[in-house]
């Protein structure tokens, strides 16, 4: 067996919960490395005794990889063959790790990639939900402002989205996009590889009303949602009111209701706003403005 050249960074991917998802060649480098870089030790440990395997671990987390990440690049420039991991799946996929990919990119060092388990791509290709392209949006803020912001910035992208998601969040995240993407398929995938692993299917409000009625939630989520549904090109005809309460039966609340028909129809939120107080003075018989 060839051995790696002396000082070389490792990215490995590890299992997101069965513990038989690794490769051999991932246990191979994880046996020859020098150093581990991980976000947990206790965690990886557990990891590594599974494997049989003793090697000197370091921590590696966001609130230490700025620093770490130079004394790791410098190790590995002294002939250390470090593996980089995460607590579960496949590193730098809203995991600590740029910094010393791109600091060792920066030094000119070998990099090997291991690729392995993935939340992400176990959910895609279990979520019934076509996803020939898809975009990855990580976990979404935690405040809810940032959030709605977040998710009306991505309302109009013609893809499929991934989310990560806390169990302590899943709910309200559900129900805002239910508020600012009705119509979208969902899919949210828990405790991905492990024994209580579960599916849940539907729209958002009905796989968040789902979650709401449980004692409690655990696990962390993975979610899948479509494409958003085609415009009907009869809707687009509707009167603008017509239009607007259609989306609102969706669940949609109004105000969001009136910038996506604004925004189908090429229109401001000013010349809807106009044309809908037009409409009502025509219809009460009141005379129109100058």
């Not at 991932?26 to 005794?49: N, Q, S």
């Not at 508020?179 to 024994?195: D, N, S, W």
Request: with cysteine; glycine share 8%.
């Amino acid at each position: 067996m060839n051995m790696p050249a002396a000082g070389q960074l490792a990215i490995v991917a590890t299992p997101i919960g069965n513990l038989e998802d690794i490769t051999l060649r991932a246990v191979r480098l994880l046996r020859e490395a020098t150093l581990i870089a991980c976000e947990d030790t206790r965690h990886t440990r557990k990891l590594l005794e599974h494997l049989g395997i003793s090697t000197r671990m370091v921590s590696y987390h966001e609130h230490n990889e700025a620093g770490r990440a130079e004394e790791i690049v410098s190790a590995i420039q002294r002939g250390e063959r470090v593996a980089l991991v995460s607590d579960a799946g496949t590193p730098l996929l809203s995991d600590p790790g740029f910094r010393l990919v791109r600091l060792a990119v920066e030094a000119g060092l070998s990099i090997e990639v291991v690729p392995g388990p993935s939340a992400l791509l176990t959910a895609i290709a279990g979520s019934g939900i076509g996803c020939s392209s898809f975009y990855f949006g990580g976990f979404l803020p935690a405040k809810r402002t940032q959030r709605d912001r977040t998710l009306q910035e991505l309302q109009s992208l013609d893809t499929a989205l991934v989310f990560y998601e806390a169990p302590h969040r899943i709910v309200e995240t559900l129900q805002s996009i239910a508020e600012h993407m009705p119509g979208r398929e969902v899919c949210a995938a828990r405790e991905l590889t492990k024994l209580h692993e579960e599916w849940l299917r539907g729209d958002a409000k009905e796989v968040a009303s789902t979650l709401e009625a449980r004692d409690s939630i655990r696990g962390e989520f993975t979610v899948v949602l479509g494409r958003p549904q085609p415009v009907d090109p009869a809707s687009a005809q509707l009167p603008l009111e017509e239009a607007i309460a259609q989306l609102v039966t969706l669940g949609m609340e109004r105000m969001d209701a009136l910038k996506q028909v604004a925004r189908e129809r090429g229109l401001s939120k000013r010349d809807v706003y106009d044309a809908l107080e037009r409409a009502k003075r025509q219809k009460s018989g009141a005379p129109s403005k100058p």
